[in-house]
C-alpha cells in the first residue's frame, strides 16, 4: 500500500469481529441466490436437504477442528480418528452384536480416549499440535485398517443404525421438510459447542490458550489440564463424526479419512476464526462447512466440469482469508 | 484465607535470605536478599542481568530457587506455582504485559476464578466485579472491551486491577510506568499510596530514579544476581544510587552543542498525514544536527517515523532527501534514498538475533558483497564487521558471535553498524537506550554525538525528557498526531511537556480503541 | 466498503463463471450423469472419453464426475445427490460401496431415472444393465501369460489396489484360482494391498522381492500397482516377470523398454460408450441385457501397434 491510496478510511467505524461472519453470510446468501437463479433444481426442499446431508460430517468435524484451533492449535487426526471412531462402533455392533446405543457410546468414548492421548502429547510431553496430530493421523489410520481386517464392516445386523443419520424425525412431524436425523445432530452438536466455548470455563479457556497461553499460567491456571480438555471435547466431537458417517454408509471404511482434516479445516477458516488462535465462532464454521457444500452441490447442478469445481473452492479460501486479513487491516 | 499474610502482624512480610538461582550456564542469583515491610513501597533496582525480575519471579512463584529461605509473615514457605503465591497473597505485575489480547478486560482480570453458578459461567458478576475494581481504581474503562483494542497503558491498568483483583498483601510491580504517561502514573502513585495505607507491601521495580525519589520508602540494589545494599530513598541521592548498581561512579557528562545552524538541510518532511495518527506534519533536520522527538505515548512520533521510513501507508505527504524529492513506499526505498531506522522493538524489527553479528551488520548490503554465482563475500563482510566493531566499540567475542548472546547496548551498535555500512546518512533512532544499562547508555549518547560531528542526520525520538534534552540540538514536541512545536535544544522541561500535552481544543476525547 | 465490494464482486464473477461453464440445453437431447469411482486416474479419463463419444454420436448432454479417491465413499454420495437434484434421465454409477449408495438408488429407481451400472457396478437389482468387463476372466488370463513366461513353475506374487471393491476382489480372485486350478506348480506366495499409489505399490514390491529372492513373477492388479511393481523392480534391479492391468503412457512405455512383459487392458473406452449407448437405449424402451461385456485383451510389446489394440489402450 502507497501513498496513493484512497484516503477513505480515514475515521472509518470499528468494524467488529461479527462483521466476519456477516460476510461469511452474505457470502453464503450471495451463493444460494446465484445458484437458485442459474438453475431451477438448486431450489428444491429435496436438493436443500442433500446439502445439509452433505455437510453433517464435515461440519461436525469443522466443529472439532474450531475449538483446538482457538487454542492456537491443529488437529490434523480428525478426519482419520472420524474413520476409527466409526470402526469402533462396527466392532461392537456387529462383531460382538451389542445394542445400538453402546456402539454409539463407545465411538464417542474413543474419540474422547484419542483426544485425551493427543491432548497429553502436545501438553505434557511438548510436542508441537501439527506433529503430534499428524502421528496420531497415521496411528489411527493404521488401527483402524487393523481393527477392520481392512474390510468394510457393515452394520446389516443394526436394524435402524443407519436411520441415526438418514432417518428424520423431523419430517414425522413435518412431512414436508424431511430434514435428516444427522443434520440435527450437527445442529445439536453446533448449539451444545457454541455453548461451552460462550459460557463455560473450558471455553473461556480456550480462547485464552489460544490469545496468550503464557499469560494463562501466570494467571495460575492449569493450562495443561484445561488443554488437554480441549483436546478430548474435539475427539469426542468427532466420535459423534463417526457414528454419522457410518450410519450414513451403513458401514465403517477403514480407508476413507484421510484429506477430511483439511475440508474441515477450510471450513473453519472460511468461517472467521483465525489460524493463530484466540478467535472463533462455532456459527461461522457452521456457515463455512455450508459454504463449502453449496459450492460443491451447485457447481454439480450447474454440470461445471469437476477440474473447475475445484478450482472454484481454492479460489473461495483465499478470498475468504483475504477478507479477514482487510478486516484485520481496517481494525 | 487462613494461608493469607496477616496484615496487622508486626515484622517483615517478607523476607528473602540467600536466594541462589542459576539457568544453564548462567548464575542468575548468588545469595540474593529481599525484605518488605507492610504498607512499605521497596523499589529493587539494578542494571539489566542484576536479578530483579527472576529473585521476583522466585517470590511469585514462577521460579523455583535452588537456595536460601523464603519467610512469608514469619513463616517460612515453599511457593512453587503462580497459583499458590495468589493463594498466599502475592500477586505480580510482569514486565512484558501478561494479558489475553482476545479476551475481555474483565475476562482478563479474573482468568482462572471465573465466577459461575451451576458451571455456567456468571458473565454479569464478572463485569459487575471488575467495573467494581476499575471504580476502586478510579478509573473509566469498560470492562467488556476486549484488550487489544486498549492503548498499551489501558492494558498496563488492566494487569494492575488484576493484581489488585486479589486482595494481594504484597504486590509485585515490575516496571509499571515503562508504557504510562504522566497523568497515568500520577494515577498509578494514587492507587500505590491508597494500598500503602491499607498495609500493602509493594515491590517496585524500576529503572526511572524520579519515579523512586517519588514513590518509593527504600531501595535494595542489585548488581550481577547479588545484594549490594539497602538505603533510605528520601535520604540517599541518586548518584549513590547509581554507582551503586553500576559499582563506579559515573561523571555527569555535559555535551556542547555545535552551531549546525549553517548546515544544509539533509531531510524535509513536508504535510505528513495519516488518518488521526499523523497530522500535517512538517520539519526538517541539517547534517550534523540532532533532532529530539519528545511527546507522550501515542503521541504519533513512532508513526512519523515509520511513515517517512515507508514502513507504513501515508496518506499525504512528501519527502525530500537533500534538496531532491524521493517517492518512498516502502523501506527499500528508504534505504535507497540513505534513509535507515533503528526501531523500537530491536529484537522484533532491527536484529535477526540468530544470526552472528557479522551476518548483521551486513544484512542490509549483501548485494555489495555478493559476488558471481551469488556466492557471498564472506571475507570482505568480516573486514568490514571487524571495521565497525571497533570504531563503535562493540562488546563481542568476534565477529562470528550469534546477535542474540550481546547485551541490549551492544545489540543497539549492532543494528548502527549495519545501516552505517549501508551508507545511510539518515538516521532515525526510535527510543535507542529502552532496555539499556545506565553504563551503555551514556556510550550511546556518545555515539550519537560523534555520529552527528562526522554530518550524519539523526532524529532521535525517546520517552525520557532527560535524555532528549541532553542529546537535542532542536527538539519536536508532539501531541495527538500534530507537531505542537520545534524548541531550542535548551528549552526547560516544563516548556516541553506544555507542548506535548497542547491538545486541540474542539478535540473531543475519545475512548481508547 | 472496500472489502465488501471485493468479496462480493468475486462471488458474483465465480456465479458467471459457473453460468458460463453451464452448457445450454435442448429440451429434445437426454441429460445423462454419469458417477465414477474417480477422476484424475487415466482409466476414468479413457472412460469419460468413451462416455463423451457416445453422447456426441447420439446427441445427449453427459457429465461426468468421480471423487478424488477411491475410498471416499461418502463424497461419492453427495455427488449422487447432487446429481439426483439435477433431475437427470439417466444415470451412469459406479459404486465404491453398493450398500451406502442403494437409499439414493432407490431414490432414483422411484423417480424413474434409470440406471446403468459400469466398471464395478452395483450389488443391487436396481441398475438396468452392467457394463463392465468380466475382471476374473481378464485376471485368470493374467494368470496363464505369467505361468507361460515363467515355465510354469515357481513363486508369484500379486500387488493389488484395494481388497474391498468388486475389481480388487475379482482382479485377486480370478488370478490365484486360476493359479491354483490350472497351474498347480505356481505357488502365489502373497497378495498385498498398495491403494492403488504407484509409491506405496513400489515400496510393498521392494519388500516383496527383498522377502522372496526366488520370487518369479509379480502381477500389478490395476495401472497404479502395476507402474509401482515395475519401479520396484527396476529400483532392485530384479528381473523378475512383471504382468500389468490397464494402460496408460507410463505402462505402455514399460511394456516397450521390457521392464513389464505385459498387461491385460479392458477397453475404458468401450465402458463409457456402452454405458451412455446403454442408458439411451433404456429411455427408448428397449430391452437391455443384464450385463454388457465390454472386453478386455492382453498386449505386449509384439501387439500394441495393432489397430484392434491400440484403440482400447489410452495414455
Redesign the interface.
Known sequence: ???T?A?????GP?ISGAFHRL?AF??LI??VV??SL??P??M?T??IL?IL??TS?NGVLAIAATLVIITGGIDLSVGTLMTFCAVIAGVILTYWGLPMPLGILGAILAGTASGLVSGTVIAKLKVPPFIATLGMMLILKGLSLVISG???I?F?DTPGF?QIA?GSVVGQVFPAVPVPNGVMILFAVALLAAFVLG???L???T??L???E?????????VDRWKIGVYAMAGGIVGVAGVL?AS????A?P?????YELDAIAAVVIGGTSLSG??GTILGTLIGALII?VL???????????E?QTV?TG??II?AV??DI??RR?L | MSAEVGSGAPGPLVEMTDIDKSFPGVRALAKARFELLPGEVHALMGENGAGKSTLMKILSG?YSRDGGTVLLNGQPVEIT??????DLGIG?I?QE???????TAA??IF??R?P?RF???DEGRLNRDAAAIFASMNLRLDPTFKVE?LTIAKQQMVEIA?ALSYRSRVLIMDEPTAALNDAEIAELFAIINRLKAEGVGIVYISHKMDEIKRIADRVTIMRDGEYVGTVRAADTPIETIISMMVGRTLSAETLAIPNTAAAPVALEVKNLNR??EIRDVSFSVRRGEILGFAGLMGAGRTEVARAIFGAD?????EVWVHGKRVGI??PKDAVAAGIGYLSEDRKHFGLAIGLDVRNNIALASLPRFTGPGGVLDEAGMQKEAVAYIRTLAIKTPSDTQEARLLSGGNQQKVVIAKWLLRDCDILIFDEPTRGIDVGAKSEIYKLLNGLAAEGKAIIVISSELPEVLRLSHRIAVMCEGRLTGILPGGASQEEIMRLATLREPAMQVRHA? | M???R???G???A??M???A???SFAQDTYDIAMISKG?QHQFWQAVKAGADKAAAEFGA?V????P??E????RQ???L???????PDAIGFAAL?S??AV?LLQQAADAGIPIIAFDSGVDSDIPLSTATTDNVAAAALAADKMAELIGDEGKVAVVAH???SRTGIDRVDGFVNRMAEAHPNIEVVTVQ?G?GDQLQSTEITKSILLANPDLKGIFGANEGSAIGVANGKTELGSDIVVIGFDSGAAQKGMITSGVMAGAITQNPVGIGYETVKAAIGALNGETLPEVIDTGFFYYDASNMADPEIAAVLYD
Open positions: 500500500m502507497t501513498d491510496a484516503p477513505a478510511v480515514k475515521t470499528r460476510l452474505s457470502g450471495a451463493l446465484a445458484f442459474a438453475s433444481n438448486f428444491q429435496q436438493n442433500a446431508q452433505a460430517v481392512t474390510r468394510p457393515y446389516n443407519n438418514l459460557k463455560t470455563a471455553g473461556r479457556y480462547f485464552a489460544g490469545s496468550n503464557e499469560a494463562v499460567r501466570l494467571s495460575g491456571v492449569n458417517i450414513r454408509l451403513n458401514s471404511q480407508a476413507l479419512g484421510q484429506g484466540g478467535r457444500s460443491a452441490n451447485g457447481l454439480r447442478i450447474l454440470s461445471v466440469a469437476q473447475w472454484v479460489c473461495i478470498l483475504y477478507a482487510l478486516r481496517t | 514462577v506455582s503462580p497459583r499458590q503465591a495468589q505480580i510482569h504485559l501478561a494479558l489475553m489480547r482476545d479476551l475476562q482478563n482468568i482462572g471465573e459461575r458451571g455456567i459461567l483494542t488484576k488518518g488521526r501507508r501515508r496518506e499525504s505527504g513506499a516502502s480503541g | 472496500l472489502n465488501r471485493h468479496l462480493l468475486a462471488i458474483s465465480l456465479a463463471l459457473a453460468s461453464g453451464t452448457p477422476f448432454n457429465t461426468f464426475e468421480g478424488e479417491s475410498s471416499q465413499v461418502d454420495m453427495d455427488m445427490a447432487a446429481a439426483l437434484s439435477r433431475q460401496d450398500q451406502a437409499p484395494d481388497q474391498t494391498y491403494a
